[in-house]
């Protein structure tokens, strides 16, 4: 079965500052999408970022990006020039056509701090 | 373009009762599926509706149904609640074929 683990429960940035979410999963599937969304306290699940498992280019949206590593099974998110919006719950995601379903992580707590 | 709506925002029940909740999907989207998301916890899928039928069910037991309508609307159900069933419920929509799910702000349940 597919999980993904999120090591980080919480962190925090300050504004205008870099921050890395880190998430690894395990799959022996070898075509998968790969998912980070944001949950505000408003708790609408807001898609950030995707990724293609067959892409070696890392996806970049504006001042998110992810370093994947397909090999090493991790899938971290880079967020540039943090802002006080940004502050949300973040959730890493899988999703296989085979499963119709997406895999979630338990989460990281961001707060960006002034 | 219309998003994903839920109804109702919040809801109520004693145990042992039943309830129903109700998604909207996005225009254009014909497959829907539902997270149940317990605090502090990622979402867990519970299951997915393409064209009406049921396709692909999570780890969820038989109280736990669904039903798809013609115009891709979707509604969950729950009988015989429990405490444990209190979290919030989520649907999403996408295209068939299509992995990127959008989702709707939810149904906080609450289940004493």
């Known amino acids: 079965a597919q999980t993904v683990t999120q090591s980080q429960p919480e962190m925090s940035v300050q504004e205008a500052e870099t921050v890395t979410l880190s998430c690894t999963y395990d799959?022996?599937?070898?075509?998968?999408?790969l998912f980070w969304y944001k949950q505000p306290p408003s708790r609408q699940m807001i898609l950030v970022i995707r990724?293609?498992?067959?892409?070696?280019q890392n996806a970049t949206e504006n001042r998110f990006s992810v370093n994947f590593q397909k090999a090493a099974k991790s899938f971290s998110l880079k967020i540039s020039d943090s802002q006080l919006g940004d502050t949300a719950m973040y959730f890493c995601a899988y999703y296989t056509g085979t499963a119709s379903k997406l895999t979630f992580g338990t989460g990281t707590r961001l707060q960006v701090t002034l | 373009e219309t998003g994903v709506t839920q109804s109702p925002t919040h809801l109520i029940k004693t145990r042992g009762q039943q309830v129903t909740l109700r998604c909207s999907s996005q225009?254009?989207?014909?497959?829907v599926s539902w997270y149940q998301q317990a605090l502090g916890q990622g979402p867990q899928f519970i299951f997915q509706?393409?064209?009406?039928?049921?396709?692909g069910r999570g780890n969820f037991p038989p109280r736990f149904s669904g039903l798809q309508f013609p115009n891709y609307s979707s509604e969950l159900n729950v009988n015989a609640l429990e405490l444990d069933d209190s979290a919030l419920y989520l649907c999403?929509?996408?295209?068939?074929?299509?992995?990127?799910?959008?989702f709707g702000p939810g149904t906080r349940l609450t289940v004493l």
């Open positions: 999403a929509s996408s295209s068939n074929g299509y992995n990127e799910q959008f």
């Open positions: 799959t022996s599937e070898n075509n998968y999408y």
């Open positions: 509706y393409y064209r009406e039928e049921e396709n």
């Open positions: 990724q293609e498992a067959y892409k070696q």
């Open positions: 225009s254009g989207h014909n497959t």
